[in-house]
């Protein structure tokens, strides 16, 4: 194995380097070539998608007795200027030991037209280097698309939260389905739903899209939601609910203590707590049971001074009206399929 490794060189494919090793190319893994480093003295090189060897450094672990390009570890100075008289200092090179030792030299390898390195370190080669052709540019060029994708990640994710900054309840729900792909879904699904909740929806049909609602998506069609003058108290409280408030009972209300991954929700509950406190919302034909839903709130231990700091007084309330529960299978209210649901 130690002598095939040997033959590997930079441009070599998965499939070569099967090849080259007598191996299946299944066997040619991170953990192997990660195993010639430790072991054998061979750090070999791949770039991802293409995954191609880059380059190939031969250390001093590597054995002496076998020869790379006919260059061997132990080798001196002149000897290896007598199997390789091409080699020569880079530019800029002194020829001096750098302040670990070491004195390279370079040279082109025909026909390939691969970059041989040798190193010596007391006068005596201890590392070599094979490296494919013009690779400073192909370093340049991976670091450039690399600039624009993260650039491009940049500019996709200010779009996507653009819709946090727009104060129009209607600006910032088309402004988020515009630009969003949550869990790999296509914008144009959430466009659609978006467009049906603002041009066709009843109350009735926003309440049961609230329950059914996935908070992955984000929240802003709960908050175009609640902003809604004709929003029924049982959606408002239900999203409250949802929203997971015995939470932020720790924080007293101080929204400088939430962590800032809950902060985003955090508003989005105070914003339905200080709408209610203002009498906003007035529709009341859904039923809701807030006794229920306080009653775990109560159980817990938490100061009432605190709960009541938080919670709206109306999310202990109970309120008839119809019943769109999951009991009740959604009182037998049906929405469209926009496929996100």
Not at 90 to 103: D, F, K, L, V, Y
């Amino acid at each position: 194995m130690l002598s095939m490794l040997a033959n590997l060189r930079p441009l070599m494919s998965t499939a070569d380097i099967a090849v080259t090793l007598g191996l299946k190319e299944a066997e040619i893994t991170s953990k192997l070539l990660q195993k010639f480093d430790y072991d054998d003295g061979v750090m070999i090189y791949r770039i991802h998608p293409e995954n191609i060897i880059d380059q190939i450094v031969f250390t001093s672990k590597f054995p002496e007795r076998i020869s790379i390009c006919g260059l061997s570890m132990g080798m001196s100075a002149s000897m290896m200027f007598g199997v390789m008289p091409s080699l020569s200092l880079p530019a800029g090179a002194t020829g001096e030991p750098n302040g670990q030792g070491w004195i390279s030299y370079t040279a082109t390898i025909a026909p390939e037209g691969f970059e041989i390195t040798a190193g010596l370190r007391n006068g005596e080669l201890r590392r070599i280097g094979l490296t494919r052709p013009h690779y400073q540019e192909v370093l340049a060029e991976r670091q450039r698309r690399e600039d624009d994708r993260i650039e491009d990640l940049k500019l996709a994710q200010e779009r996507a939260n653009r819709w946090k900054s727009i104060d129009d309840p209607g600006g910032m729900l088309e402004s988020w389905a515009a630009h969003c792909s949550p869990l790999g879904k296509p914008p144009d699904k959430f466009v659609a739903y978006a467009k049906w909740l603002r041009t066709s929806s009843t109350p009735d049909q926003r309440h049961v899209a609230a329950d059914l609602w996935n908070w992955d998506y984000s929240h802003a069609p709960l908050l175009w939601m609640i902003r809604q003058t004709d929003c029924d108290k049982a959606t408002a409280l239900s999203i409250f609910f949802k929203g997971e408030p015995f939470f932020y009972l720790q924080f007293a209300a101080d929204r400088s203590a939430v962590p800032g991954h809950a902060v985003e929700v955090f508003d989005l509950l105070t914003e339905i707590r200080l709408r209610f406190a203002k009498g906003f919302y007035t529709r009341s034909e859904i039923a809701f049971d807030g006794e229920r839903e306080m009653s775990g709130v109560h159980r817990s231990g938490a100061s009432p001074m605190s709960i009541q700091a938080f919670y709206p007084p109306e999310a202990g309330q109970r309120f008839s009206g119809r019943d769109f529960s999951y009991q009740n299978n959604f009182g037998g209210l049906r929405l469209p399929d926009f496929g996100i649901i």
